[in-house]
């Protein structure tokens, strides 16, 4: 059974950082297709932060690109979201998605993270 779990959340002024972690388990590197990060702020839909596609390519969201950064560390099963230069803009409940090669979505239960102007 696949399992994600999140975690980093927090409370923050604007213009600081925190740094987000995505720990996976039932499921090895290898069998993943893409992890991600997506966040949902009140009353918006969800939307993409950063993904990171076959362990090589990253993308991000226009408006993280530059104060965000995606990485991963295998051997630990985690994903990472490095956030930089937060705004209020960017407060929401992120949550963690794993897709793996058969194509089946895994979530979190998200963490939430609030940038106080």
């Known amino acids: 059974q696949v399992q994600v779990v999140e975690s980093g959340g927090g409370l923050v002024q604007a213009g600081g950082s925190l740094k987000l972690s995505c720990t996976y388990s039932?499921?090895?590197?290898?069998?993943?297709?893409?992890m991600g990060w997506y966040r949902q702020a009140p009353g918006k839909e969800r939307e993409m932060v950063a993904v990171?596609?076959?362990?090589?390519?990253?993308k991000y969201g226009d408006s993280v690109q530059g104060r965000f950064t995606v990485s991963t560390d295998n051997p630990k099963k985690t994903m990472y979201l490095q956030m930089n230069s937060l705004k209020p803009d960017d407060s929401g409940v992120y949550y963690c998605?794993?897709?793996?090669?058969?194509?089946?979505?895994?979530w979190g239960q998200g963490t939430q993270v609030t940038v106080s102007s």
């Open positions: 998605k794993i897709v793996s090669a058969y194509r089946r979505d895994y």
């Open positions: 039932g499921i090895i590197a290898s069998l993943i297709n893409s």
């Open positions: 990171i596609i076959n362990r090589t390519t990253a």
